[in-house]
């Protein structure tokens, strides 16, 4: 990985201009669902709870819309994109078809250097859970996963999965409390990081998918009562 990769994943370094600060502060505030799915987003009111000027919330807004996360209607306010089990469905599934293809190229040219790095990322990961820091886990969560993606990867198929990411965690979040243990999801994560150690394409995927599809499976079954198919 690039030595700044890392760095770029943990979110260590801070956006570089106010639109994209504003950007990252709804974005989190999506996902993690102080703002609702279906809440409409007003450009003053929004503003002024970021005390900022409504021109960064407006393009913060244009970015959130063109990543699936905000929505704007004929004739009406930007809202938030509301969540459904086909939209659920077609996100895993698109997960599943650019992740297991990336991890193939990252488990051929996979390194011992790249394997101690994710490695200490997973021990934090598991810390952090531990702790009780969940918004520190999810932060660790998605800097292993990117960086086993990052070692093969286009920026193309990077920036996909990034947007399919951050949609799914407005579903997973959901379901924490079903996916078991930080131990057991450790174990998950361990199995394709030494598929890729061992330089397996095809194991790495097998294990990644496998991963993938159990999340969803909960994911769906949690949703399944809630949410409009």
Known sequence: MPDNTLDVLTNSRKPPTLAEHV?????????????????PLLLAELAKRLDVSIMPVREALKKLQSEGLVEQPPQKEARVTMLSLVDLDDTYAAR?????????????VF???????????????????????????????KAFHFGMYAVGGSSWLLRLI????????????LTLTQRGTVHDRRREHNAI?????????????SHLEH?????????????ASTLQS
């Open 23 to 39: 950007t990252e502060q709804l974005r989190d505030a999506i996902i993690q669902g102080d703002l609702k799915p279906g809440e």
């Open 96 to 108: 599943i078809l650019l992740e297991t293809r990336v991890i193939r190229r990252s488990a051929a």
């Open 111 to 141: 390194t011992e250097d790249n394997y101690l790095q994710l490695s200490s990322i997973l021990e934090r990961y598991e810390a952090a859970y531990e702790a009780g820091n969940d918004a520190e886990g999810r932060r660790l969560h």
């Open 162 to 173: 990034s947007m399919l990411w951050d949609n799914s965690e407005r579903y997973r979040r």
């Open 193 to 205: 990081l030494d598929a890729c150690r061992q330089n397996n394409p095809e194991l790495a995927a």
């Open 211 to 223: 991963h993938l599809r159990r999340t969803a499976e909960l994911v769906y079954k949690a949703a």
